[in-house]
């Protein structure tokens, strides 16, 4: 029987060491900045905080090609592959993949994680491991449609300009939610995509949100995970940190600044909450 190989995207946020740790592989989704492209995993979030600051034009984001995934795949012919992949509901990505499986002569099998960023990671992670101690393929399949079932993510944007920018809200609402200095917090789920939560003026919108959501910590039990990532808002985030430290004071929670893809889309400032329920 074929060893089992993990591969993903570079959506995927990891702490440092771990993918070379794991072994696992990734297909970088590519972003132009005043035109000229780049590799998402080929920049750090400050380099790339800084060139879209002083960028002309708005960067563009795109989903890895088939080709590549085919060139990547067919690099493992040796192993059974599994690649799992950032949501559908905001990228071609895992369509680019499904495809690419049905064209390279390695054996695929292609997962939408129904996420991205650390929670993608989370199972990219725990998919390696097990393929690490000698799971089965079936098996690992299994635990992750678990873990997707039991993950939640949440998304606060501290400015819409990103979103009015990248087509994703009218300019006029753009303009009118900025002048009234709005704040908002999505929820993306996996069956319908972002999901909006909660709206308001200013950043005690993210706090009352926040209490809101240390009662609902409280009250789902175990974690297997609670992660933290961000675009340039340490200043919001480390707060949060501290705060849920303190209603799991075992639990390590990374906070982790996010990739360029994610920080184009939405914007400086923006962060996220993700956490997985044991199962």
């Known amino acids: ?87 559908r509901h905001l990228s071609g990505t895992v369509e680019s993949a499904r495809q690419a499986s049905h064209i390279s002569h390695t054996e695929v099998t292609v997962i939408d994680s129904g996420f991205i960023d650390q929670a993608l990671a989370a199972q990219v992670i725990r998919a390696a491991k097990m393929a690490e101690t000698g799971a089965s393929k079936e098996e690992i399949l299994s635990t992750l449609e678990k873990m997707k079932a039991s993950t939640r993510l949440f998304v606060g944007i501290s400015s819409l300009d990103n979103l009015v920018k990248g087509g994703r809200l009218s300019k006029a609402k753009g303009m009118v939610s900025n002048l009234l200095n709005i704040k908002v917090v999505l929820e993306l789920t996996s069956t319908e995509g972002l999901v909006e939560v909660v709206k308001g003026r200013g950043n005690k919108t993210f706090s009352k949100w926040f209490d809101a959501l240390q009662e609902n910590l409280q009250s789902e039990g175990k974690l297997s995970h609670l992660l933290i990532s961000h675009a340039d808002a340490l200043e919001i985030v480390t707060p949060f940190k501290e705060k849920i430290s303190e209603l799991v004071p075992d639990l390590h929670i990374p906070m982790l600044p996010t990739g360029s893809v994610i920080a184009t889309h939405a914007g400086i400032g923006a962060f996220a909450i993700e956490y997985i329920s044991e199962n």
């Open 1 to 87: 029987m074929k060893k089992i190989k993990i591969v993903t995207d570079s959506s995927a946020i990891f702490e440092d060491g771990v993918v070379e740790n794991l072994g696992i592989e990734i297909v970088p989704l590519t972003v132009t900045v005043d035109n000229i492209s780049y590799f998402d995993n080929d920049l750090t979030a400050e380099e790339f905080i800084k060139m879209m600051e002083k960028s002309e034009m708005f960067p563009k984001t795109s989903q890895p090609s088939i080709g590549s995934f085919v060139e990547k795949y067919d690099a493992l012919k040796e192993f059974d592959v599994i690649s799992i992949h950032l949501t």
